[in-house]
C-alpha cells in the first residue's frame, strides 16, 4: 500500500521517523512481510444519484462507514477498532509511517460521522472516543529540552506541529464532539466520553474547542466537506 504524506505535518514526520530521533538502534531484522491494511475510502463516490445527495453523504460519513463495515469487516465493529488499535501501536513501536497513514484514515473516518454516534452505532463510538482518549493521553507528548530516554516508554515525542490547529485531528474532532454535545438527545456514555475527549484536548494539545469552525476550514484541507456542484451553477 502506497500512501504519500499529504500534509506538511507528515512529510515532518516521516523525517522524524527517518531520523530515528526516538528509537533505540536495534540488530538488524530478518526480511519480514509487511502489515496488510484494509482500504479505506477518502470519500463516497456514487453515480447514480443526484449531486445534493452526494454532497450530503460527503458532510456525513456514516453511510461510507456502514459500506466498509459491511464490506471489509463482516459488519463486526470490534474488528474495526482492532484495526484502528493495531495500526496506532505499528505506528507508536514500529515508527511506521504506513501505519499512521492507516490510523488517520480510520479516526477520520469515524471523526467524520454525525448520525452513526448518535443513533445506530452509539456503543461503537462510546468504545472509539475511549480509544482514542487513552492514545492521545498515553501516546502523544511535546518534545521538551531533556535528551533522556527513560521517561519516553512508548510515547512520541512530537514537534510543536502535531499540537497546531493545522493538524487534521483540530477540526475533525472540534465538528465531531460539537455533534455530541449539542445534539439534544445523547447516550449518557458517550456524552461523558465526549466531554473528557474534549478536556483531554484542550488541556493535553491546547486547543481552544468552543470557537466557531466556520471559518476554520482551509479550501486545500483533504479533510473538508466534499461539496459537489449543481451542472450549470455559478
Known amino acids: 500500500m502506497d ?15 527517518r531520523e530515528d530521533k526516538f528509537a533505540k538502534i536495534s540488530p538488524a531484522q530478518p526480511e519480514r512481510r509487511g502489515c496488510y491494511y484494509t482500504t479505506i475510502p477518502a470519500s463516497v463516490k456514487h453515480k447514480n444519484i443526484s449531486a445534493n445527495e452526494l454532497t450530503l453523504l460527503n458532510l456525513d460519513r456514516t453511510s461510507l462507514l456502514e459500506s466498509v463495515l459491511a464490506k471489509s469487516y463482516q459488519d463486526q465493529e470490534d474488528l474495526l477498532l482492532g484495526e484502528l488499535q493495531f495500526s496506532f501501536i505499528a505506528f507508536m513501536m514500529g515508527q511506521s509511517l504506513e501505519a499512521f497513514m492507516q490510523w488517520k484514515a480510520l479516526v477520520s473516518l469515524l471523526l467524520s460521522c454525525n448520525e452513526a454516534p448518535l443513533h445506530a452505532r452509539t456503543q461503537m463510538f462510546v468504545k472509539f472516543i475511549r480509544v482514542i482518549y487513552y492514545q492521545f493521553k498515553h501516546g502523544f507528548q511535546r518534545t521538551h529540552d531533556s535528551r533522556s ?25 472540534k465538528d465531531f464532539l460539537t455533534v455530541i ?3 439534544p438527545v445523547v447516550d449518557g456514555d458517550l456524552l461523558s466520553w465526549a466531554r473528557k ?3 483531554l484536548l484542550e488541556t493535553t494539545f491546547g486547543w481552544d474547542l ?3 469552525a466556520a471559518n476554520l476550514i482551509d479550501e486545500d484541507d483533504e479533510f473538508a466537506p466534499v461539496v459537489v456542484e449543481m451542472d450549470g451553477s455559478s
Open 3 to 17: 500512501r504519500a504524506p499529504q500534509t506538511d505535518m507528515e512529510r515532518r514526520l516521516m523525517e522524524q521517523l
Open 149 to 173: 530516554s527513560e521517561d519516553k516508554g512508548n510515547s512520541l515525542f512530537m514537534d510543536e506541529a502535531w499540537f497546531s490547529r493545522d493538524i487534521f485531528l483540530y477540526r475533525l474532532s
Open 181 to 183: 454535545l449539542e445534539a
Open 197 to 199: 475527549l474534549k478536556t
Open 210 to 212: 468552543e470557537n466557531s
